[in-house]
């Protein structure tokens, strides 16, 4: 059984986060292991309240995970502040953590703000380096270039984000016109397709995308049929959202496909 370890922050609706995670670890077939860094009051609606955990919260359920159970892959996604970026780079560097996909979460889909601004830097000066793969959605990658979003200009974004020190980029396609995802490797590129579901049930997207990237580079796939086995994943998730939960746009469902048809 592969081991990937999620670092990223609780959703009390369990639509995104941590729950999101485990979710998309159980669809990949893969053990998850989580350190929980910060925990929101959230619900399909919106974010109510954060609430950050010191760095060395997060420090000690890495080394806990790492020195038992092991990690073949790790995932990390809200992080909220600048202490607490610097603490996991410094945990994954120090522990020499594999295959690392970092989805820089910026801001939720209800408009919540998940990242203080001046974590940015942070990212990109000690996260970014160690990445695998970095994961933006199509604002979070303008946002972190510092210019305005304009999809024509997405490949010069993932080129521009790659000299930040990733192996690769993938800047994901739910908020573009095509829903297409894009990879950068600092060779070429390439664009991930798959029918576009006209859902509005796609809240923990991103999370579910990321976890299983990092999934199935843990069993061993290259980078880019990783993304493509993600993209599936994260897109049959989207397809089995789940309308009937919360008032607002409703969790994805990870389990959907896999769960078509086995008794109630
Ligand atoms: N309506 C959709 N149909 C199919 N796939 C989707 C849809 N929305 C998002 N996805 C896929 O889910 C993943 C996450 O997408 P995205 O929406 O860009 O992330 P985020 O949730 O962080 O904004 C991507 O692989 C994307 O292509
Ligand atoms: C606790 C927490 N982490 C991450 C997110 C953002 O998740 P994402 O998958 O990008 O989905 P949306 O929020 O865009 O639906 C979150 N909301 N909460």
Redesign the pocket.
Known sequence: MKRVLSIATSDSGAGAGIQADLKAFLRCGVYGTTAIVATTAQNTVGVTDIFAFPPEVAEKQIEAVASDIGVDAVKTGMLFNAGMVSAVAGAIDRLGLPNVVV?P?MVA?SGAVLLEPDAVETYKSELFPLATVITP????AFALVGEPVDEDRMEDCAVTLHAMGPKAVII?????ST???LLYDGEGFKR?E??????EN?H??????SSSLASFLALGYGIEEAASR??AV??E???HGLGEIGEGAGPVHALGGVLKGVAQ
Request: hydrophobic share 30%; glycine share 16%; net charge negative.
């Open positions: 989805d979460v889909e959605n199509l604002n979070e994901t396609g739910g908020h573009t829903g297409a995802d991930i798959g029918p576009v579901h006209p859902s796609t923990g997207a991103g999370c579910t995308y993600a993209h994260a897109s998730a989207v397809e």
